[in-house]
């Protein structure tokens, strides 16, 4: 396949993500009355205590209404088109790859999909509500009344869910390149104190709140990953020293 039919070939992935992801968009702005109460239950969960919150939000501005609109829509639709966009990166890069690589394609773009639903499934029923609770919290002590805009709130668990399931990639990124032999897990291991220290300025940038127990709700799973990683990196280097040690003899 020529340069030009590659062009062709990637445009082709590219229109297919984007139809596949506008269906899941038109999907969610058809029951979007179903999907915004959905999205409200971490604030909903938090606000038990608050009755100024439990009634619902509020928008300060005409055009907040269509904002909100627009952040339940690409939250929704980015999530469910997900595995479906893996799905055809795997289609476009498989013909360029050995054998022995399209075997761990499609176990990449299936740990890929679910670290990123991990990410988001934990970020939107502990941390946005920790969150939210921190933030009451503050707000009650230092006397100021809890009435939040809706298009504020959306914004910011579309960032809290997007930006810690796309933070939970990062084992599978250590995994590859382990893999592509540019680390490998002496080096994991030995760096383990700048990891912890990287893990935590991360959760910090995350987390909304500036409390340390958000942050380290956030911190302790991407730290257990890491660990997890470490394991998978010793397991590939152990499978690589068999396959040396097979074909030597």
């Not at 596949?20 to 968009?25: H, K, L, M, Q, R």
């Not at 919150?53 to 509020?58: A, C, K, Q």
């Not at 897990?185 to 959760?203: M, P």
């Amino acid at each position: 396949m020529g340069f030009l039919d590659h062009l062709e070939e990637l445009r082709w992935v590219l229109i297919k993500s984007v139809v596949t992801f506008g269906i899941f968009v038109t999907l969610i702005a058809y029951f979007l009355t179903d999907a915004a109460y959905a999205l409200k239950w971490p604030l909903l969960k938090a606000a038990k205590h608050y009755p100024e919150l439990s009634s619902g939000l509020i928008t300060t501005s005409p055009m907040a209404v269509f904002t909100v609109i627009v952040q339940i829509c690409v939250l929704g639709g980015l999530i469910l088109s997900l595995p479906f966009v893996l799905f055809y990166i795997g289609q476009f890069v498989s013909p360029a790859l050995t054998k022995k690589e399209r075997k761990i394609v499609l176990p990449g773009a299936l740990s890929a999909m679910v670290l990123f639903l991990g990410g988001a499934i934990f970020s939107y029923f502990f941390i946005v509500p920790a969150a939210i609770t921190v933030s009451m919290e503050l707000n009650t002590d230092l006397g100021y009344q809890n009435l939040w805009s809706a298009d504020r709130y959306y914004s910011m668990l579309v960032w809290l869910v997007l930006g810690l399931g796309v933070t939970f990639e990062f084992p599978l990124v250590i995994v590859i390149l382990v893999y592509l032999r540019i680390l490998d897990s002496k080096k994991l291991i030995r760096s383990w104190r700048i990891v912890v220290v990287v893990i935590f300025v991360v959760a910090a940038v995350v987390t909304p709140t500036p409390d340390p127990i958000t942050q380290t709700l956030v911190a302790t799973p991407m730290l257990l990953l890491y660990v997890i990683s470490v394991f998978v990196a010793r397991a590939i280097e152990k499978r690589r020293t068999v396959e040396v040690e097979v074909d030597e003899e």
